[in-house]
């Protein structure tokens, strides 16, 4: 909504207000006093409390040029509230740094395991690279199953 549209829908309030306010005025006078002065009671707090919700500003969405945005008035952030903006950001950035470093700790463990056992078995590493032996392994699997 745009300020003229919420200062008309603010007119057409208030009038209404005034004429109900008229009406319920008209007949107060037959009405015995303890009834009139929990009503002066009522008046009182209902006004109390449209002082308080004039104050206080509402979220606008306003739209211009196919986009929309989120207004809060002329209250703005205090520095806990940009604090708690800032938060999810900061914690998605932290575990994503904690997931790499967990993600490289485990490959580093793998590839340690793979030289691991390439050094400590009784084949010379080169033995790996020959063509010859990987025809030999895929026979040996042939005749063991």
């Known amino acids: 909504m745009t300020n003229s549209t919420q200062e008309q829908a603010g007119i057409f309030e208030d009038r209404f207000g005034r004429q ?14 303890d009834i009139s002065e929990r009503l002066r009671a009522s008046r009182a707090q ?14 606008v969405v306003a739209s211009s040029a196919g986009t929309a945005t989120l207004a809060f008035g002329n209250e703005g952030l205090s520095w806990w509230g940009r604090i708690a ?6 914690v998605l950035a932290i575990g994503m740094v904690a997931i790499n470093v967990v993600q ?10 793979v030289d691991t056992a390439l050094l400590t078995d ?17 026979s040996s699997k042939d005749l063991t199953q």
């Open 46 to 59: 209902a006004l109390a409390h449209r002082k308080v919700a004039r104050t206080q500003t509402a979220a």
């Open 104 to 113: 490289d700790n485990s490959r580093t463990v793998e590839v340690a395991k």
């Open 122 to 138: 009784d084949l010379p590493p080169a033995a790996y690279t020959d063509p010859g032996f990987l025809q030999y392994l895929h």
């Open 85 to 90: 903006s800032a938060l999810p950001i900061v």
């Open 20 to 33: 109900v306010a008229a009406r319920l005025s008209e007949g107060a006078a037959d009405l015995p006093h």
